[in-house]
């Protein structure tokens, strides 16, 4: 089961961190990832760390703003969001796939409800 939270309203330019925590025990066999999914969009790949945090990739359009991170000892995975723009604004929701090439929502082994983040123009 995994469980994000950490959202909230903040003004453009601003920062937020996201965390989500996962149940079980096998955390450290999973590939983690963050999507999001604005109001009447589909859900959007945002970033992926490799089971042992050593890779990681983050979709274009948050390179260099966003930076996802885990913490295996405490089966959680974090993103945190600087720089944030109006067109962050999403839920945001964890999931975990046993593959670091797989970016497909629909394709990703576990989710979880996910945080609203809003930024405001």
């Known amino acids: 089961q995994l469980q994000a939270s950490g959202g909230g309203l903040v003004q453009a330019g601003g920062s937020l961190g996201l965390s989500c925590a996962a149940t079980g025990r096998s955390f450290n066999t999973y590939v983690m990832a963050w999507f999001r999914q604005a109001p009447g969009k589909e859900h959007e790949f945002v970033a992926a760390i490799s089971w042992t945090g050593s890779s990681t990739y983050n979709v274009d359009s948050v390179k260099g703003r966003f930076t996802i991170s885990r913490d295996n000892a405490k089966n959680t995975v974090y993103l945190q969001m600087s720089s944030l723009k109006a067109e962050d604004t999403a839920v945001y929701h964890c999931?975990?796939?046993?593959?670091?090439?797989?970016?497909?929502?629909?394709?990703?082994?576990?989710w979880g409800r996910g945080t609203l983040v809003t930024v405001s123009s």
């Open positions: 999931a975990a796939t046993k593959s670091l090439s797989t970016q497909n929502w629909n394709l990703m082994n576990y």
